[in-house]
């Protein structure tokens, strides 16, 4: 028999559950099988406890982990290179924290790449004290993903979900090192899905190679690459941003993302990125109208073109519409996106175009991201 925890001192006296069990009987097509049964409307509810987000979270801490970095750097200057640590403690600049999530047992970490880049010196700091120094073993700027490796043994490693079957409105919690403040625990639920960071799209042929969870349970400086669990105890997203004019508005990358790029950094140390060099809007009908477009115009319009890039060289220009890919149709800057990631570095990408009116066909050949193009 499934019991009901109803958080109500009321409701613990056998005569309240009698009444709450009448109270239900009159309302059509509900039923209880006993005093203590919920309702089936209410879902998951019916299995929370009292004790459900602490048994989760310590299911999960051993397996989280706080990062340390130091950065060579001077008063005036700052670090000397990379982007600026995540917290700052007291009047130094040159320290910052993050948080991360065991991979392996041999203590394989994954975290976000802007909490280590350009750090001269990481330090991994287990639950319970233990601390290790650590070496950058693989960093993707594209992603914002790093894996460290640690001289440590039968670590717990995290356990993986899926971000396939996540809802607006499921329970996550979010753990990690905010403000330097180890092991902190926010609750919150998933606020969206296919989010993008808009500051991003500066590279490739579009930032939307990432699609954002939205989160509203609190992240804040130092929570970066800590997990977002959902109440499984799996991790369903890497934390990584926040917005930071707004409360409550996180980002994490979503776990089946992270993961595929964690075992890829392992592996070889870097992924190599195909890149063409453009900036893309849709076509909605703002851009319709600013542009002087007909109303029903097919294909995306070229923003920018980066010089000395793939789509420089071949002829792209700004203000150039993209009506096919590889001879398929181009409705959205993705379907350039997705045309552009599905080639090997070295591989030549076709592009349907109209320019001034004219339509004519250019052949690309995709390059390998550069960093500098990625803007962190």
């Not at 349970?217 to 105890?233: D, F, H, R, T, W």
């Not at 203000?319 to 570095?345: C, F, M, N, T, W």
Request: net charge negative; aromatic share 6%.
């Amino acid at each position: 028999m499934r019991q009901l925890v109803i958080l109500s001192s009321l409701c613990l006296a056998a005569q309240a559950a009698c009444g709450f069990q009448a109270a239900c009987a009159d309302e059509p097509g509900l039923t209880l099988a006993s005093p203590y049964q919920a309702p089936s409307r209410w879902g998951p509810l019916q299995f929370l406890g009292p004790d459900t987000l602490a048994d989760v979270t310590a299911s999960v801490a051993p397996s989280v982990v706080k990062v340390e970095v130091f950065f060579e750097a001077s008063p005036r200057t700052g670090p000397k290179k990379g982007r600026a640590p995540e917290n700052r403690e007291g009047s130094n600049p040159a320290r910052g924290t993050g948080s991360g999530v065991i991979l392996k047992p041999d203590g394989i970490i994954l975290t976000s790449n802007h909490v280590v880049d350009g750090a001269s010196r990481i330090t991994v700091t287990l639950q319970g004290g233990r601390s290790f120094d650590a070496e950058i073993l693989g960093q993707d700027k594209f992603s914002d993903l790093a894996v460290l490796k640690i001289e440590a043994h039968d670590l717990r490693p995290i356990i993986f979900g899926s971000a396939e079957r996540l809802r607006p409105g499921d329970w996550v919690l979010a753990i990690g090192s905010p403000l330097g403040l180890d092991h902190s625990v926010s609750l919150g639920i998933v606020s969206a899905l296919g989010r993008e960071a808009k500051g991003l799209n500066t590279f490739g042929a579009r930032s939307g190679a990432v699609k954002f969870i939205q989160t509203d349970a609190a992240i804040n400086p130092g929570n970066s690459g800590g997990p977002l669990v959902n109440l499984k105890g799996e991790v369903i997203g890497i934390n990584t941003f926040i917005h930071g004019s707004a409360q409550n508005i996180g980002f994490a990358i979503p776990c089946d993302v992270a993961s595929d790029v964690a075992e890829r950094l392992i592996r070889f140390r870097a992924i190599a990125h195909p890149y063409i060099g453009i900036i893309m809007a849709d076509l909605d009908d703002s851009v319709l109208q600013t542009e002087g477009l007909p109303a029903g115009t097919q294909g995306v319009l070229v923003r920018t073109v980066v010089p000395r890039s793939p789509a420089y060289r071949a002829g792209l220009f700004p203000g150039d519409l993209i009506e096919a890919a590889d001879d398929r149709p181009v409705k959205q800057s993705d379907d350039v996106s997705e045309a552009v990631r599905a080639h090997d570095i070295g591989d030549f990408l076709r592009l349907k175009i109209s320019h001034d009116g004219k339509e004519k066909v250019l052949k690309l050949r995709v390059e390998q991201l550069p960093d500098d193009a990625v803007n962190q």
